[in-house]
Nanobody, 126 residues
Framework: QVQLVESGGGSVQTGGSLRLLCRVS????????MGWFRQAPGKAREGIAV????????DYADSVKGRFTISQDVPENTLYLQMNSLKPDDAAMYYC???????????????????WGQGTQVTVSS
């Protein structure tokens, strides 16, 4: 059974940083895309960072490029999202997700992912 458990969320001021973690069990890193998504109240779930092709490929939403970095630690079965220069617009529930198989077409689309964590909340105050 695949389990994804996020942690690391919290409350920061504008310009601050957070590192999110997703601890993974029952899933083989490299067997498919893994990514981070977020959803703010009243908005659709947004793909913001994905890693695939065994960690050799990454993709980011324009809204976070240059500020967020996705990475993985395979021996630790952990996916990370380093978030820097946070803005109030980054406030949302953040989810970790994984899919069966690697795809390069529309890798940020939430509908392409099979497994989801429960989320961790990020709040950014101005």
């Amino acid at each position: 059974q695949v389990q994804l458990v996020e942690s690391g969320g919290g409350s920061v001021q504008t310009g601050g940083s957070l590192r999110l973690l997703c601890r993974v069990s029952g899933y083989t890193f490299g067997s498919g895309n893994m990514g981070w998504f977020r959803q703010a109240p009243g908005k659709a779930r947004e793909g913001i960072a994905v890693i695939y092709n065994g960690g050799y490929s990454t993709d980011y939403a324009d809204s976070v490029k240059g500020r967020f970095t996705i990475s993985q630690d395979v021996p630790e079965n952990t996916l990370y999202l380093q978030m820097n220069s946070l803005k109030p617009d980054d406030a949302a529930m953040y989810y970790c997700a994984a899919r069966r198989g690697n795809i390069a077409l529309h890798p940020l689309a939430a509908s392409n992912y099979n497994y989801w964590g429960q989320g961790t909340q990020v709040t950014v105050s101005s």
